[in-house]
């Protein structure tokens, strides 16, 4: 991440400077108002000026690199990076490899979207099948290509390619993408109270000041007794002397400037002392009814992003085990519907709702009635037989979870026979 436009912070202390950290800045000087704003800034939310954003606060860009290598295998065979014919197994279609030049990689500057081929790649197929023994000597080669991470479109910022020193051939690449300020993306002041945005706020629905002045970022006063970070405070009221003052505050502690300096200063440009202000909601109009503690502080924003974060699945790939849903963002897998969840659906009482989300890994296996192990069934003659008891028994059909059919596995598979006995229902 590379945050565009930067300032040097206001209030700075002797080891910043020391230590040249002014020629790497890397926050933005706002305005702050601490108070509870709509609950949108509960705990340790804030909201953020929607059209401070709109101005360009807290632009940055986002990179993403993607890594290919030629791997070479045992054989003489080895990958090969190139636009993928049509007869490759696993073939997308045209419009995935729409970006790619003839050396299979997608040109510089060119748009990108999730799915979209970046690196096109045919790897030799991975184990020769009984069936394609048959098929005169032609394997099929298998597509591999790299593409884009889904929500992670972009442009293309460059490609290299180089070889490693196994000789193979090496591409990386990268995806440049703009990251405007939305719901849900972290920032935090130099005193480490880090929040996330809960609500983008236009400016005419901020609370103003006496003075028209509108504030950049709404933060709670709740999150400051518990985390004890006099900082945030001090520093609040450093930066507004210093925005006034038009000069830089040295504010390394003991030995900086003076908090009663600060005050005093404050009352010389005709504020508070104490860096309060009067302010007016800006929905209603109305003044509040308590004085707001406004000031100028280095907000930084943090590289957590929720467009990085953000998953839904509806539909998806399941395990091949236990046929349950697949687990993490990069498998796109499910979302964990726990114990306590399950209370919530009890409590709720939702049976039903609550079956159908049990019956994700649903399978039906059959059983003899007689012995109540699984017996073999053939689905197209609608007949089966036992194991044990052959054709002298009746086979019923039973839905249970993929993963309860692992368990009688299991069971069998270290010598415990797992009898199943049939209610009346079945
Ligand atoms: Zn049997």
């Not at 040249?20 to 706002?30: A, E, K, L, M, R």
């Not at 290509?145 to 290299?160: A, D, K, L, P």
């Not at 498998?331 to 306590?340: A, I, N, Q």
Request: one cysteine or more; proline letters at 4%; glycine letters at 10%.
């Amino acid at each position: 991440m590379i945050a565009i436009d930067q300032q040097t912070p206001i209030v700075t202390t002797q080891i910043y400077n020391n230590e040249d950290f002014g020629s790497h800045v890397f926050g933005q000087n706002i305005v702050v108002a601490v108070l509870s704003y709509l609950g949108y800034n509960m705990d340790d939310a804030i909201i953020i000026n929607k059209s401070s954003v709109d101005r360009g606060l807290f632009r940055a860009m986002f990179f993403r690199p993607y890594k290919v290598e030629e791997t070479k295998y045992v054989g003489g065979q080895s990958d090969l990076i190139t636009n993928p014919d049509k007869d490759v197994a696993g073939y997308r279609s045209e419009a995935a490899y729409k970006y790619l030049d003839e050396d299979g990689i997608a040109a510089v500057n060119s748009h990108v979207n999730s799915g979209d081929v970046l690196i096109g790649r045919v790897s030799p197929p991975r184990f020769v099948s009984s069936i394609d023994k048959f098929r005169l000597g032609v394997q099929k080669q298998v597509e591999s290509s790299i593409e884009c991470r889904t929500g992670e479109g972009g442009i293309v910022e460059n490609v290299f390619v180089t070889s490693t020193a196994e000789g193979n051939k090496y591409v990386s690449l990268k995806i440049r993408q703009d990251r405007k300020v939305e719901i849900g993306d972290k920032f935090g002041p130099r005193s480490g109270q880090k929040g996330v945005v809960g609500m983008l706020l236009n400016q005419e629905d901020m609370p103003f000041t006496y003075s028209g002045i509108i504030p950049d970022l709404i933060f709670s006063p709740y999150s400051i007794p518990t985390r004890m970070s006099m900082a945030y405070l001090l520093e609040l009221i450093g930066g507004k002397v210093g925005a006034l003052g038009g000069r830089y505050i040295d504010g390394t502690p003991f030995i900086g400037e003076k908090e009663e300096d600060l005050r005093n200063e404050l009352l010389e440009y005709g504020f508070r002392e104490n860096g309060v202000e009067t302010m007016y909601n800006g929905i209603t109009g109305e003044e509040m009814q308590v004085k707001i503690f406004v000031g100028d502080m280095t907000y930084i924003r943090l590289k957590h992003f929720v467009a990085n974060k953000i998953q839904w699945r509806a539909r998806g790939p399941i395990q091949l085990l236990n046929r349950q849903p697949t687990e993490g963002k990069s498998k796109s897998g499910g979302l964990r519907l726990g114990e306590m969840e399950k209370d919530c659906f009890v409590a709720y009482g939702s049976a039903m709702a609550l079956k159908e989300r049990f019956d994700s890994d649903k399978i039906t296996i059959p059983v003899c009635s007689k012995c109540g192990m699984t017996a073999v069934y053939n689905v197209r003659k609608k007949t089966g037989y036992c194991p044990i008891d052959g054709e002298d028994t009746q086979i019923k059909l039973i839905e249970v979870s993929a993963s309860f059919k692992i368990l009688l596995d299991e069971l069998k598979a270290v010598g415990i026979y797992p009898k199943m006995v049939l209610g009346s229902k079945v």
